[in-house]
Nanobody, 114 residues
């Protein structure tokens, strides 16, 4: 069973950057697609970026051009570089497989505010 731990969140001003990291306790080599999700207060959890084992990447339109997802299977990590952050990016961010979904980690809070 894969366990996921997210880190790197914090408080940042609009226009700032953060780099989130996800560490998996088990190997992610066999997980086809890994993704970063976020859940804002009062909203459903949404997938914002995904990356397959062969490097196929997809972004939600709301983050395209600002966020960059990467994975390092040898290290069992998935990162999310977030630039040009906006207040609407405020949410708890989680990583997980796209399918199947493993037990969710605790997430990492990202707050974009001046």
């Amino acid at each position: 069973q894969v366990q996921l731990v997210e880190s790197g969140g914090g408080l940042v001003q609009p226009g700032g950057s953060l780099r989130l990291s996800c560490a998996a306790s088990g190997t992610i080599f066999n997980i086809n697609v890994m993704g970063w999700y976020r859940q804002a207060p009062g909203k459903q959890r949404e997938l914002v970026a995904s990356i397959s084992r062969i490097g196929i990447i997809n972004y939600d339109n709301s983050v395209k051009g600002r966020f960059t997802i990467s994975r390092a299977d040898a290290k069992n990590t998935v990162d999310l570089q977030m630039n040009s952050l906006k207040p609407d990016d405020t949410a708890v961010y989680y990583c997980n497989s796209v399918s199947p979904i493993y037990p969710w980690g605790q997430g990492t809070q990202v707050t974009v505010s001046s």
